[in-house]
Nanobody, 122 residues
Framework: QVQLVESGGGLAQPGGSLRLSCVASGFTFSSYAMSWARQAPGKGLEWVSGIYSDGSDTYYADSVKGRFTISRDNAKNTLYLQMNSLKPEDTALYFC???????????????WGQGTQVTVSS
C-alpha cells in the first residue's frame, strides 16, 4: 500500500532553516506530482508547494514564495522541502501528499503522510 513518511521537522528560531524529507513507497513515485501542505493549530489545511512528476515545474503558495524550495529525487523516491527564513507563522504540521496525476493541482490528494511538526519560536 501507499506509504509517505515525513521527517526533518523540529524547533527552529525565526530566520532559521529546516529541510523536510518524505520517503514514498507503494506506488510509482516518478509518475506522480507531489505536494507539501501544512496545518497550523486551529486552522485548516493549507497547500504550500508542489512539483511535477519529473521535477520540471514547481509551484509555491504566496506565503512561502522566495523562502521555501521544493525538490525531488525520483531515484530515491524522496520529496524534499528546504525551508529558509522561517517565521513563527510557519509553525504547523507539514504533510507530503501524492497528487492525482503528473501535474500539480494542490487539492484532492490521492494520499498523504502522517506529518512532521515544525515549530518556529525564539
Amino acid at each position: 500500500q501507499v506509504q509517505l513518511v515525513e521527517s526533518g521537522g523540529g524547533l527552529a528560531q525565526p530566520g532559521g532553516s529546516l529541510r523536510l524529507s518524505c520517503v514514498a513507497s507503494g506506488f510509482t513515485f516518478s509518475s506522480y506530482a507531489m505536494s507539501w501542505a501544512r496545518q497550523a493549530p486551529g486552522k485548516g489545511l493549507e497547500w504550500v508547494s508542489g512539483i511535477y512528476s519529473d521535477g520540471s515545474d514547481t509551484y509555491y503558495a504566496d506565503s512561502v514564495k522566495g523562502r521555501f524550495t521544493i525538490s525531488r529525487d525520483n531515484a530515491k523516491n524522496t520529496l524534499y522541502l528546504q525551508m529558509n527564513s522561517l517565521k513563527p507563522e510557519d509553525t504547523a504540521l507539514y504533510f507530503c501528499a501524492q497528487e492525482q496525476e503528473a501535474e500539480v493541482a494542490g487539492t484532492n490528494f490521492r494520499s498523504w503522510g502522517q506529518g512532521t511538526q515544525v515549530t518556529v519560536s525564539s
